[in-house]
């Protein structure tokens, strides 16, 4: 299985913040934001990822990520020319996915829980398509999965104007092999996407969709405005103040997940400057 994070649009929602860098190089608290869903892929266990940027921005990314040895696992980059919509990504990715499923998330999602990694590997199906639901409270700002009596997926709509569910389709998707050539079924919407949506529906027609609600426990936090920003910002200062330990520390994790080991991180470390991230890397290379 392989990664992709989609880290292109112009973020329209951020401006001026977002007017000469990319929304997911900007701070969330102490990192980057694209820190945060690489890190779910991490946890996944996937080494092989592909980041989906801006022409514009495609060398501020790969000054930040560079190959993706440092971690030990591999970066791939591809641009996209303009925002046609999520599944846009299933097309520009096709040779990088070249036969494989994948596990896709949104470049502005940031999602946390204490046995997120393990949940993840252990409901992603051999085939298919699998996505993560969450409930809100204003659901006709997502799009929406409908389900029967049964909890088995009935239905799935794009911003409704009249929601007949609070599951909110997060942005962490899962999809086999046959994403791509599905991609290429679908005309674009109303609004002149290629929506994801329409790729899931796909998977849903043929019986072949399966879904997993993020109870309580864990946490879906969009950072697409500056409200939610603030507050993705603060739930993350928040509880890494209380613990002690960070959320989406990429040299950790690859540490943790036997990408690297303490020799590498020491190297890591070693061309750090002096700072509290620093200080955290040299406690985590002492106790893990």
Known sequence: ???????????????????????????????????????????????????????????DFKSLLGDGSLYGVNFQYITQESPDGLAQAYLLGEDFLDGDSSLMVLGDNIFHGNTLGHDLKSLLPSAGAHIFTYVVDDPSRYGILEVDKEKRPTHIEEKPVTPKSNLAVTG?????????????????????????????????????????????????????????????STYIAIVEKRTGLKIACLEEIALHMEFIDHGELEVIIAKMGKNSYRDYLEKVNLIS
């Open 1 to 59: 299985m392989k990664g992709i994070v989609l880290a292109g649009g112009t973020g329209s929602r951020l401006w001026p913040i977002t007017k000469v860098t990319s929304k997911q190089l900007i701070p969330v608290y102490d990192k980057p934001m694209i820190y945060y869903p690489l890190s779910v892929l991490f946890l996944a266990g996937i080494r092989e990822i592909l980041i989906i940027c801006t022409p514009l921005d495609l060398e």
């Open 172 to 232: 962490l998707y899962f999809f086999d092999n046959r994403a791509p050539q599905f991609a290429k079924n679908i005309s674009p919407s109303a609004r002149g996407e290629l929506e994801i949506t329409s790729l899931i529906e796909q998977y849903l027609l043929k019986g072949e969709l399966t879904y997993t609600n993020l109870g309580r426990g864990n946490a879906w936090l969009d950072t697409g405005t500056p409200e939610s920003l603030l507050e993705a």
